[in-house]
């Protein structure tokens, strides 16, 4: 059974930084496309990142400059390094592959002063 665990969230100022981590079980994250997403109060799950099998990271316009995806194989964790924090990123944040599995708990980012 394929599960994630995503952690690393919480309540961060306009500006600062976080980072987040998924780990991955039941699946390799080496050998697959795996990404994160994301889901505002009131608004659709929207797609963040995404790391195709064997290429880089790409994103979304408005993270572009300011978030990073990186892999651990040997961790089997993905993780999203959030700079420069806006309001506008308060969000549930989780990972997920291509095609999608079972959803995990996620993890809770708020940007607030």
């Known amino acids: 059974q394929v599960q994630f665990v995503e952690s690393g969230g919480g309540l961060v100022q306009p500006g600062g930084s976080l980072r987040l981590s998924c780990v991955a079980s039941?699946?390799?994250?080496?050998?697959?496309?795996i990404g994160w997403y994301r889901q505002a109060p009131g608004k659709q799950r929207e797609w963040v990142a995404q790391?195709?099998?064997?290429?880089?990271?790409n994103y979304i316009d408005s993270v572009k400059g300011r978030f990073t995806m990186s892999r651990d194989n040997a961790k089997n964790t993905v993780y999203l390094q959030l700079n420069s924090l806006e309001p506008d990123d308060t969000a549930a944040y989780y990972c997920?592959?291509?095609?999608?599995?079972?959803w995990g708990q996620g993890t809770q980012v708020t940007v607030s002063s």
């Open positions: 039941g699946i390799s994250v080496r050998y697959t496309t």
């Open positions: 790391m195709p099998f064997g290429r880089v990271p």
């Open positions: 997920n592959t291509t095609p999608q599995r079972d």
